[in-house]
T-cell receptor, first 113, second 110 residues
Framework: NAGVTQTPKFQVLKTGQSMTLQCAQD?????MSWYRQDPGMGLRLIHY???????DQGEVPNGYNVSRSTTEDFPLRLLSAAPSQTSVYFC????????????FGPGTRLTVL | GIQVEQSPPDLILQEGANSTLRCNFS?????LQWFHQNPWGQLINLFY???GTKQNGRLSATTVATERYSLLYISSSQTTDSGVYFC????????????FGQGTRLTINP
């Protein structure tokens, strides 16, 4: 069991560039989510999905798109990167939308110049 | 929305000391997790503890949901315990979402 995996580990972008952060889990979890972590702060929810084909916005969704075509994958897209999106991004999953334990991937450190 | 406050924000201890980290939350929750973010940035699950008390080695946690707080105890601290400890509570808004506190930065000196 690899758990939650993320690629890439590090990325540097220029303002205006687009990219996709990849997230996959092999635990057959229905619920997946993306968080960002900024210096000295906790994690803030960007988007989440309760199953294939279903996504919804979290606390800080602006500038990010998501889709969920399979149970395993939940990519996060930055359409036009901005310096304010410099952050560490974490993907997470748990069994379902209810009350159960959530697990996090190793994170992607993104710098936008 | 719900507020999650962790205290103290910073804690510096010598190896072997014990510590208590606190998490207060402003509304009813049906889930609570403690995480350790190590110096490499990984988030490690410590406890899934909506209520009651759990122990895992030198670590234990207690959640009193009716009084809206949780405590994380670390005994006989080791340098590898250094890092940031996060409390996250589950809030049901459609699907349950985890809302994080700001963390407690723990430094264990040899």
């Amino acid at each position: 069991n690899a758990g939650v995996t993320q690629t890439p580990k590090f990325q540097v972008l220029k303002t205006g560039q687009s990219m996709t952060l990849q997230c996959a889990q092999d635990m057959n979890h229905e619920y997946m989510s993306w968080y960002r972590q900024d210096p000295g702060m906790g994690l803030r929810l960007i988007h989440y999905s309760v199953g294939a084909g279903i996504t919804d916005q979290g606390e800080v969704p602006n500038g990010y798109n998501v889709s969920r075509s399979t149970t395993e994958d939940f990519p996060l897209r930055l359409l036009s990167a901005a310096p304010s999106q410099t952050s560490v991004y974490f993907c997470a999953s748990r069994r379902d939308r209810g009350n159960n334990e959530q697990f996090f991937g190793p994170g992607t450190r993104l710098t936008v110049l | 929305g719900i507020q999650v406050e962790q205290s103290p924000p910073d804690l510096i201890l010598q190896e072997g000391a014990n510590s208590t980290l606190r998490c207060n939350f402003s509304d009813s929750v049906n889930n609570l997790q403690w995480f350790h973010q190590n110096p490499w940035g990984q988030l490690i699950n410590l406890f899934y503890i909506p209520s009651g008390t759990k122990q895992n080695g030198r670590l234990s946690a207690t959640t009193v949901a009716t009084e809206r707080y949780s405590l994380l105890y670390i005994s006989s601290s080791q340098t590898t315990d250094s890092g940031v400890y996060f409390c996250a509570v589950g809030v049901v808004q459609g699907a349950q979402k985890l809302v994080f506190g700001q963390g407690t930065r723990l430094t264990i000196n040899p």
